[in-house]
């Protein structure tokens, strides 16, 4: 499963981003996928995640602001990022759980917060 990652940028506190993450290879063995992030300084962390199924999860703190989607005929989770604080500035990375446990990461995607 190869994973690649875009819609990362410059945006200013209180804007929005979409980020975009698409799969290739054997997607069928794809159960869950999300975003995850990583600011300077801390370890990775959970941002949402979506099933097969189309179950979400989201951390605490993007409840309300962040929606993650997916588009199952173009392999593509998406995840929609509205209200942006500076706090929010980190390197968001996309991973696909597969259904056997194995997890595959993509190439980060820098998010910049900033005015």
């Known amino acids: 499963v190869q994973l690649q990652a875009s819609g990362g940028g410059l945006v200013q506190p209180g804007g929005s981003l979409r980020l975009s993450c698409a799969a290739s290879?054997?997607?069928?063995?794809?159960?869950?996928m999300g975003w995850y992030r990583q600011a300077p300084g801390n370890g990775r962390e959970l941002v949402a995640a979506?099933?097969?199924?189309?179950?979400?999860n989201y951390a605490d703190s993007e409840k309300g602001r962040f929606t993650i989607s997916r588009e199952n005929a173009k392999n593509t989770v998406y995840l929609q990022m509205n209200s942006l604080k500076p706090e929010d500035t980190a390197v968001y990375y996309c991973k696909a759980d597969r259904f056997d446990g194995v997890a595959d990461w993509g190439e980060g995607t820098q998010v910049t917060v900033s005015s």
């Open positions: 979506i099933t097969s199924g189309g179950s979400t």
């Open positions: 290879g054997d997607i069928f063995i794809i159960n869950l």
